[in-house]
Nanobody
Framework: QVQLVESGGGLVQAGGSLRLSCAAS????????MGWYRKAPGKKRELVAT???????NYADSVKGRFTISRDNPKNTVSLQMNSLKPEDTAVYYC??????????WGLGTQVTVSS
């Protein structure tokens, strides 16, 4: 079992920045990839960014150049630095972990609201 707890959401004006963090606990050695997804009202949950254990990153086209995902392995955390935020970035952001045994785990989510 892996537990994920997000923090750092909030309200920001368009053009502003926020940093989300996610702390993993439990069977952390089973994790081979972590990332962030988001779900806006009336839309499907979508991938924002992922980062595997071996390095390298993957981003949704809509956030490339604005968002940066990073991991601190000794602290078992994954972060998402979000710059140049737009109203369309408004969503609940979920931390995600995928394990070697092909299990998926999700945090409870943190609300990000970008005002125009």
């Amino acid at each position: 079992q892996v537990q994920l707890v997000e923090s750092g959401g909030g309200l920001v004006q368009a053009g502003g920045s926020l940093r989300l963090s996610c702390a993993a606990s439990g069977s952390i050695f089973s994790i081979n990839l972590m990332g962030w997804y988001r779900k806006a009202p009336g839309k499907k949950r979508e991938l924002v960014a992922t980062i595997p254990n071996g390095g390298g990153t993957n981003y949704a086209d809509s956030v490339k150049g604005r968002f940066t995902i990073s991991r601190d392995n000794p602290k078992n955390t994954v972060s998402l630095q979000m710059n140049s935020l737009k109203p369309e970035d408004t969503a609940v952001y979920y931390c995600y972990a995928h394990t070697y045994a092909q299990w998926d785990y999700w945090g409870l989510g943190t609300q990000v609201t970008v005002s125009s």
